[in-house]
């Protein structure tokens, strides 16, 4: 059971990632996060030394979140190729499920951070690089067990999914119309049976 300490700071910690996935982190000052914590600027330093340190480690949690979904979904999934379209499905509803609210933290904080927040851009790094990994893997895999294709370069799916599923919520974020990130779905579906699949 935690503590009172351990609880309240998870409630910043959650609070803060919604909160700074919307408006992002120079679009969020303290005193939004104290309105959406219900806490007092020293209540929130009680826990954490700066905003940066505040930002770094909702960003974590946000990206531990989203990750967490797609190991899940790899996980129920047999064979390559379903694990693939697994990946994909978990994407598609990320926008409902997801309990960060605010859509795809990874694309939304490297947009932000790409210039102006080197230590939040590394982290960015760094989940992407666990997610392009994750999905390289189980290309990898599916080359092994041959239900890939072995002429199917496993890092460059990693990027044609990521960047056409990113791209997408960036559109149905844009217009309001999840009609893109089903036009991407779908493509993305048709490419893993009739591309990858020998």
Request: charged share 25%.
């Amino acid at each position: 059971m935690m503590s009172k300490a351990q609880e309240t700071r998870s409630r910043i910690i959650e609070k803060s990632a919604s909160l700074f996935n919307m408006q992002g982190y120079s679009g969020a000052s303290m005193s939004d996060v104290m309105k959406v914590t219900g806490l007092k600027k020293g209540g929130i330093y009680n826990h954490f030394k700066s905003k940066d340190d505040l930002a770094l480690t909702a960003f974590d949690f946000a990206a531990e979140q989203a990750s967490r979904r797609y190991i899940d979904a790899v996980k129920k999934s047999r064979g390559a190729i379903a694990k693939l379209h697994a990946i994909i499905a978990t994407f598609y509803t990320s926008i409902d499920e997801l309990q960060i609210a605010g859509g795809c933290p990874l694309m939304n904080t490297a947009i932000e951070s790409d210039d102006t927040h080197p230590a939040l851009r590394d982290r960015v790094q760094q989940a992407m690089t666990r997610w392009r990994g994750l999905i390289a893997r189980v290309v990898s895999q599916g080359i092994k067990t041959g239900e890939i294709r072995a002429s199917v370069n496993p890092e460059a799916v990693a990027t044609i999914l990521i960047s056409t599923l990113e791209g997408a919520l960036m559109m149905t974020k844009l217009y309001g119309d999840r009609t893109y990130l089903e036009h991407a779905k779908t493509h993305l579906e048709e490419y893993l049976d009739e591309s990858l699949s020998t």
